[in-house]
């Protein structure tokens, strides 16, 4: 059974930086492209980052040049480096695996989604 398990979010001063991790359990995962989202209280879900099957990234406008989406496929793992942290940075992040392979902004363009980690910025 497909699941993503995400680590690494907790609480942070503005400006610092975190590592998000996502652990995959899908078959043939080099072959899936791989998304970072997000929620804060009270709003929509939101695209953050995504990662091609063949290592292509694109980013949100609000994270462009603040956080990088990397992956490791002999780990089956997808991470998000984030630095200069901002209060508006705060939410619970979702990783999420699409079939596609081709990168992909709109989450129902993914097939399989984690149960998030909470990230909070102190200002």
């Known amino acids: 059974q497909e699941q993503l398990v995400e680590s690494g979010g907790g609480l942070v001063q503005a400006g610092g930086s975190l590592r998000l991790s996502c652990v995959a359990s899908?078959?043939?995962?080099?072959?899936?492209?791989m998304g970072w989202f997000r929620q804060a209280p009270g709003k929509e879900r939101e695209f953050v980052a995504t990662?091609?099957?063949?290592?292509?990234?694109y980013y949100a406008d609000s994270v462009k040049g603040r956080f990088t989406i990397s992956r490791d496929n002999a780990k089956n793992t997808v991470y998000l480096q984030m630095s200069s942290l901002k209060p508006e940075d705060m939410a619970v992040y979702y990783c999420?695996?699409?079939?596609?392979?081709?990168?992909?902004?709109?989450?129902?363009?993914?097939?399989?989604w984690g149960q998030g980690t909470q990230v909070t910025v102190s200002s």
């Open positions: 990662i091609s099957s063949g290592g292509v990234t």
């Open positions: 999420a695996a699409a079939g596609r392979g081709v990168v992909a902004w709109y989450a129902n363009q993914y097939d399989y």
């Open positions: 899908i078959r043939i995962f080099n072959r899936y492209t």
